[in-house]
């Protein structure tokens, strides 16, 4: 490995623990979630009967999660390392 891949990848690992350390980052995974949750007239393939409710409560415990540890970072008493916009945050986080 060349010291550019591993600076480039320590760069990456510590811009991602940063972005973890953000309420808009998890507000956005939830969101991701929500949008993965099943519609109605969806259609489910091969799923048997339960897979579908078994793949939407699944979801669901993500959700909550994700809003868990919103909720921990935006009334966290040490301050949030990194301050993002909504827009920012997508926009490292799809790399």
Known sequence: MTDDYLD???????????LAATATYWELQAKRFEDALPRPGDWPGRATDEEPSAREAGLRIKIAACRNAA?????????????????????????
């Open 8 to 18: 480039m990848f320590r760069a990456c690992v510590t811009r991602d623990a940063l």
């Open 71 to 95: 909720r921990f970072w935006r009334h966290s008493t040490t301050e949030t390392p990194l301050e993002l916009t909504t827009a920012e945050t997508e926009q490292q986080t799809a790399a």
